[in-house]
């Protein structure tokens, strides 16, 4: 039998890369929450600056900030898949923390990233795409960021 100090350890090191990216993820929302990306400051979507046109994810980072102050609508307006994408982003997370919580000794690399299927990964590229297509009509101007 293992000494637990060990086998805490091990499910430890397993752990890093997710926690990592969540403490990643933090720390650019305090920056977002405390450097306004209303005011400007954080640069420029290169898509934007080339064609005039926004991309898929313009707004964003306008969408996170509002978010961290509570104002959904707000973010909604900024960038609706951004918004959309939180939640499945979250799920995604924590498929991955159980996945190296749970992986057995000598299984292999448990921190590597769980992908999702080919379907799903199309779909989802299709979807931003015509989001990101349907902003540039007139008809759609709600959705421009």
Known sequence: MQP????VSRTSRRLLAPW??????VAATVALRVR????????????LALTG???PVCGGLRAVNDLTHGDVVGALSSNLVVVAMLPVAAVWWVRWVRRCADAPEGTGPAAVLPAPSPRVTWVTFVLVLAFGVVRWLP???WLAP
Do not use: K, N
Request: glycine letters at 18%; proline letters at 11%.
């Open 4 to 7: 637990l100090t060990r086998t």
């Open 20 to 25: 990592g990216l969540a403490g990643a993820v």
């Open 36 to 47: 306004d990306p209303h005011a400007g400051g954080w640069g420029t979507c290169p898509f």
């Open 53 to 55: 046109l926004p991309c």
């Open 139 to 141: 008809a759609a101007a």
